[in-house]
């Protein structure tokens, strides 16, 4: 039976009856948000394959959640699909080069059934109707900004159209969905801003998610309270710069004020954020993480490089030294707070003395963990018309240099934790190893020995060794 492959939970039952699902996949656990509106199936059937960062991830967990809505049933191949979708991203040439490769398996004279293929998400917008001509086996081309229209879209394929748009960035609307099929058991995310009005240099979201807009703040909390009751105690919000949320409703709650009113829902543990933009970061959120055990000590702040010169061609809006004060704000914080990065290296005319300066940012930090990227020249954006003068090979030693001191840094500053306890979420386990992977609230890895029916509890553990990516430890008494 069809309906078999899929667990539907209405809203309000409770973590350890998920976990008494019989072999349920997390990508098939399914909350019926709605909890009126069950699902049906009315024989068709989609595959949606994500790529780049979690708000892609979300967004597709709402697509997903539209289609289900609408009588289709998730596959786990894309070959036995009758609606194929990639979810695409397009922030560095790699990953927007991805779908292509995907689309290669539609060639033309492929032995193909019937089946619409579309594709979402940056590269979707920033190609637009372009995208027909480069992968003429597209029928659907849709930007993040136009899925609210995603049904319809559809229909109209199903109609007979033979290829349909949604591109319109010009939208104060968020995506908002009766059903969303979410993929992490243990976190969930919750969209709060869509877009971003920041005008990095070189970056194409502000081009291809639209322009930025806040959900209001009781919807937010009513989403919040829902997952609380079907069982999650992690929840995740979401934004390009999550920080600059302005709540549209008339209760006007600021950021950190959001971020406590979540905080107290009952049931709810753990309460993370990402991503904070530095220009709109502000003690009160330093504040409300200190006064709330629940809110995640563990903070994401993108530096994207340490020198003044390169920060302003970035138009980051804020300096090295302003950049510096926010973090002994957050250094001077009760309770000790992990804090992560985003750096690109060999940006447009960065000489190896702005390198230095990024490097001796990043020892003043001391950062717990660094995403670094060599500079991409992206279309349609202002660096995208400035000298790419740093070559290929030069991008490639100065990565190089950033990781491996960023590796010493992680490694001291782990091993300073040998000895403490910290509580974990058990996040998974891997069965050669006999190993629990446990995470900490402020966002570390301690592997320990533990059973795979641990996955899904909070137990505590003492840190016995550090490595520069993750800790090891044992399960301690208390715990
Ligand atoms: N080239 C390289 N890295 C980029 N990022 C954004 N745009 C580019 C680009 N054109 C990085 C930034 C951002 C992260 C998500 O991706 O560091 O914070
Ligand atoms: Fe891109 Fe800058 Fe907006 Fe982040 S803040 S999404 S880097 S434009």
């Not at 003044?308 to 973090?327: F, G, P, Q, V």
């Amino acid at each position: 039976m069809e309906n078999e492959l899929i667990q539907i939970l209405p809203a309000g039952s409770n973590r350890s009856e998920r976990q008494l699902q019989p072999l349920a996949p997390a990508h098939e656990i399914l909350f019926n948000d709605a909890a009126t509106k069950q699902p049906f199936f009315k024989g068709k059937t989609f595959y949606i394959e994500t790529f780049g960062c979690q708000m892609n991830v979300h967004d597709s967990e709402k697509v997903a959640g539209t289609l289900l809505a609408k009588g289709y049933r998730p596959v786990e191949n894309y070959e036995d699909a009758d609606l194929v979708l990639y979810n695409t991203c397009s922030i560095r040439e790699k990953a927007a080069q991805k779908v292509f490769s995907r689309l290669g398996a539609f060639k033309k004279g492929a032995r193909n059934r019937q089946r619409i293929i579309g594709v979402l998400g940056c590269v979707a917008q920033q190609e637009g109707e372009r995208f027909f001509d480069r992968a003429p086996q597209v029928q659907l081309v849709c930007g993040s900004a136009s899925y609210s229209r995603i049904s319809e879209l559809i229909d109209r394929l199903e109609a007979g159209e033979k290829r349909v748009t949604g591109l319109s960035l010009d939208t104060d609307e968020c995506f908002e969905t009766e059903i969303t099929r979410r993929d992490n058991p243990f976190r969930a995310y919750i969209t709060i801003i869509e877009g971003c009005d920041k005008a990095c240099t070189y970056c194409v979201v502000p081009m291809t998610r639209g322009p930025e807009r806040s959900r209001p703040s009781d919807k937010v909390l009513a989403e919040a309270r829902r997952l609380v009751d079907a069982g999650y105690t992690e929840i995740q919000l979401l934004g390009q710069t999550v920080n600059s949320y302005r709540d549209p409703s008339l209760a006007r709650l600021a950021f950190p004020e959001l971020l406590l009113r979540i905080a107290e829902i009952p049931g709810l543990k753990r309460l993370r954020f990402t991503t904070s933009h530095p220009h709109d970061f502000t003690s009160e959120i330093v504040r409300a993480i200190e006064n709330s055990p629940v809110l995640c000590n563990h903070i994401h702040l993108p530096l994207q490089c340490g020198s003044n010169r390169m920060l302003a061609r970035m138009r980051r809006t804020y300096t090295r030294e302003e950049y510096l004060e926010k973090i002994s704000c957050i250094r001077s914080a009760k309770r000790a707070m992990s804090i992560s990065t985003d750096i690109i290296v060999g940006f447009c005319g960065e000489t190896e003395e702005d390198f230095e300066q990024t490097l001796s940012l990043i020892d003043a930090v001391g950062y717990d963990q660094v995403f670094s990227f060599k500079y991409s020249p992206r279309p349609n954006t202002d660096a995208g018309r400035m000298e790419d003068s740093v070559p290929e090979e030069e991008k490639g030693r100065r990565l190089i240099t950033l990781q491996e001191r960023q590796r010493q840094i992680q490694l001291s500053r782990n091993q300073e934790l040998i000895g403490q306890e910290f509580e974990v979420l058990v996040e998974g386990f891997q069965s050669k190893l006999g190993q629990a992977i446990g995470r900490t609230t402020s966002n570390r890895i301690i592997n320990f020995a533990g059973e795979a029916g641990w996955i899904g509890q909070y137990m505590n553990v003492r840190v016995t060794a550090a490595g520069p990516n993750s800790l090891v430890g044992v399960r301690a008494e208390s715990g």
